[in-house]
T-cell receptor, first 113, second 115 residues
């Protein structure tokens, strides 16, 4: 069975500062990895995903994540955050042969003006 | 034009009552899901249907019964509601199976409060 760990439940960051949200996974088979974002009182939206190919994936709003197989990580980064990035961020994993998409416990990103 | 819509958005009810939450998607997807998000934001899958067939059924009490009349609809009926059922329930859909495409489209959630 696969699992996801997001060690940081809350991350406060000053506006225009860089941020990294950590995600580690566990699986005995090949995985697909995802980051979802949940803005207040809304459903989750896919931010970016790694299925295969280049280990560095990017979103349209400046976030990027790098799949690191040796460290079983898929950390999310942004070089300069904005107030509008305030949201809950969820890392998720699915493993080949398992139809479940398993979510981490989420990291609340708070941007300080 | 809402892609995945759930009704009602808010539901407040007494313990022991029976309630339903409806979900509809207009994306032409063939797989639909119900997720439960608790007060700590933990998101856990409950059920998944692919072309009206149940493919995932987590360890959910029998009081929860999903129904998929067609592939655009997945409703959730809950009998004998308990305090612990209070949560936000999210419906989602995907084109194909989540393990290969990964992209789920979520509704806005239905907040259930059991008093």
């Amino acid at each position: 069975a696969q699992s996801v760990t997001q060690l940081d439940s809350q991350v406060p960051v000053f506006e225009e500062a860089p941020v990294e949200l950590r995600c580690n996974y566990s699986s005995s088979v090949s995985v697909y990895l995802f980051w979802y974002v949940q803005y207040p009182n809304q459903g989750l939206q896919l931010l970016l995903k790694y299925l295969s190919g280049s280990t560095l994936v990017e979103s349209i709003n400046g976030f990027e994540a790098e799949f690191n197989k040796s460290q079983t990580s898929f950390h999310l980064r942004k070089p300069s955050v904005h107030i509008s990035d305030t949201a809950e961020y969820f890392c998720a994993v699915s493993a080949l042969g398992n139809e479940k998409l398993t979510f981490g416990t989420g990291t609340r990103l708070t941007i300080i003006p | 034009d809402t892609a995945v819509s759930q009704t009602p958005k808010y539901l407040v009810t007494q313990m022991g009552n029976d309630k339903s939450i409806k979900c509809e998607q207009n994306l032409g997807h063939d797989t639909m899901y119900w997720y439960k998000q608790d007060s700590k934001k933990f998101l856990k899958i409950m059920f998944s249907y692919n072309n009206k067939e149940l493919i995932i059924n987590e360890t959910v009490p029998n009081r929860f019964s999903p129904k998929s009349p067609d592939k655009a609809h997945l409703n959730l009926h809950i009998n004998s509601l308990e305090l612990g059922d209070s949560a936000v329930y999210f419906c989602a859909s995907s084109l194909g199976l989540a393990s290969t495409t990964g992209e789920l489209f979520f509704g806005e959630g239905s907040r259930l409060t059991v008093l």
